[in-house]
């Protein structure tokens, strides 16, 4: 539509500029030669230097609205095209900060991109997932000051799907038990179902018990990150409990760290 717009613009004013022209020559040359052939005056006669005087007035205030004509087109189509050139130009700034902002949400902060780095090296030395999943929970509890930690790990079967408790950092089960959540059963289960991150900066009162040889608190903020396999499956979980609000860098930051597990 706007290419067809621009093509018929263009068109219109050339159309209109040239049936001006045309018509201020029949105005001021064509017309009066007819009417005075017609009437059969001579160039001597006073008819005719009025007839020629009324024709060449009326000519001028016609061929001045003409050109007004053409000048407004003109101008109108000028700003037309201004306004055009204006928008595209928003549309790409637009479109190229909301391209740099997310280019920026996913690029970690340099100390961030340290610990991943370190934590990669640490992480080579051990080739249980068991081991891997206990160094890494641990490391990134004390590095976001979690209070509480666990990593499920999924399992998918044909007619099962849910994720069991693996490990966890202030957190412990007896090894005679297990702890398992189908796929949408509770806030880790629904994690686990829909593979988005779950952030809550307000967790009620005695929802997540954080214990220490002196006394226990409640916590006050809970992260639960999903770890998406190559085959867009949730393969871990990894949930942290804080009393201060994570930040949003931080969901990003386990995520990072947890792919170290696949």
Do not use: C
Not at 105 to 133: C, G, H, M, R, W
Not at 178 to 185: A, D, I, M, S, Y
């Amino acid at each position: 539509m706007k290419s067809f717009q621009k093509a018929i613009f263009p068109s219109l004013f050339i159309a209109f500029a040239t049936s001006s022209g045309y018509m201020a020559y029949k105005m001021i040359v064509k017309v009066p030669t007819e009417v005075i052939v017609l009437l059969g005056l001579s160039e001597s006669s006073d008819k005719y230097n009025t007839l020629m005087y009324y024709f060449l007035q009326n000519s001028v205030w016609g061929l001045a609205v003409v050109l007004l004509g053409l000048l407004m087109t003109a101008y109108l189509l000028i700003t037309k095209n201004k306004d055009e050139q204006t928008n595209v130009i928003y549309v790409e700034k637009i479109i190229t900060k909301n391209a740099q902002n997310d280019t920026q949400s996913q690029v970690l902060l340099e100390p961030d991109e340290l610990f991943i780095q370190n934590l990669k090296q640490e992480l080579s030395a051990y080739t249980k997932d068991l081991d891997k999943a206990k160094i890494l929970l641990t490391q990134l509890a004390n590095y976001l000051e979690a209070a509480m930690g666990a990593v499920y790990r999924a399992e998918h079967r044909p007619q099962e799907r849910h994720i069991e408790f693996m490990t966890g950092y202030a957190y412990h089960i007896p090894d005679s038990d297990t702890l398992k959540f189908e796929f949408g059963e509770g806030l880790t289960g629904q994690v686990a179902k829909e593979q988005r991150p779950l952030h809550l900066a307000q967790v009620p009162q005695g929802y997540t018990q954080v214990q220490s040889g002196l006394g226990s608190a409640s916590a006050n903020a809970l992260l639960i990150v999903p770890i998406i396999n190559q085959y867009k499956q949730t393969q871990y979980i990894i949930e942290l409990a804080a009393f201060l609000p994570f930040e949003k860098t931080n969901e990003m930051l386990v995520q990072r760290a947890g792919e170290l597990l696949l």
